[in-house]
């Protein structure tokens, strides 16, 4: 799917729903910057508007840099909120915590932000995550996977950085190690175990074989099956009994 498409498909979306006016949480990422372009050209870009919410500490400041930077190109107005003193209200919680469950609050803060505005501004939430995250689960529940609309939902992560070169995103922004900067040092590769170049192979031979358990199956690629498996809710309406 080339982007003209992917546009196109975006401007019928809003057009059969009746909305004009999106925003995206821009974090200084391909998927966020290459969301925000299809966006702009679907949309418009009076029509297209941007959250950057670092965390002191956790994210890096290029990453506020690179979101303003492409936001710039792209005519978009941003609204930047540091979450570093919201996040503090829930150190002292009366139950002992994961790590997990910490560093899931910074998402969900994040999308409680997106629809405040959305809200505000009778706009559409504009999701960032790409097919390969998905499928993962490489994401929080009700956090970075809630949205209106997944964007790149069905797009592979591998050609998301075509659909960068394509709608001329930053070489700074497409040259990044993909990281959640849910904490520091963070990046996806390591977290998943391996480049979303090797990912993709996999991912697609799994699709391919409707995701079910076969001996010619590598270790690595069970062990990827088994999380495909293991993270479908996240992806999934919330059942009803």
Do not use: C
Request: aromatic share 8%.
């Amino acid at each position: 799917m080339k982007a003209k498409r992917l546009i196109s498909h975006l401007k019928k979306f809003f057009n059969q729903r009746g909305f004009s006016k999106s925003v995206v949480g821009l974090s200084g990422g391909v998927d966020s910057a290459v969301t925000l372009a299809i966006a702009t050209k679907a949309l418009g870009s009076e029509n297209v508007f941007a959250l950057i919410l670092p965390e002191a500490g956790v994210s890096s400041p290029l990453s506020a840099q690179l979101a303003e930077q492409v936001a710039a190109k792209f005519g978009i107005t941003t609204y930047t909120r540091d979450l570093t003193d919201s996040l503090r209200t829930f150190i002292g919680l009366p139950w002992r915590f994961s790590a997990e469950a910490n560093q899931n609050i910074r998402p969900r803060l994040r999308m409680t932000l997106l629809y405040h505005f959305a809200l505000t501004k009778k706009a559409l939430v504009l999701g960032t995550s790409n097919k390969s995250e998905m499928l993962l689960g490489y994401g929080t529940k009700f956090g970075d996977f809630a949205a209106d609309v997944e964007v790149l939902g069905n797009i592979w992560k591998t050609d998301v950085y075509k659909f960068a070169k394509e709608l001329k995103i930053p070489s700074e922004i497409i040259d990044r190690p993909p990281t959640a900067e849910l904490t520091p040092g963070q990046t996806d590769a390591k977290e998943l175990g391996a480049g979303y170049a090797q990912l993709d192979i996999i991912l697609k031979k799994l699709e391919k074989n409707n995701f079910e358990l076969s001996k010619d199956l590598t270790d690595f690629e069970q062990e990827i099956l088994t999380r495909v498996l293991a993270n479908k809710h996240k992806t999934e309406l919330v059942p009803v009994l």
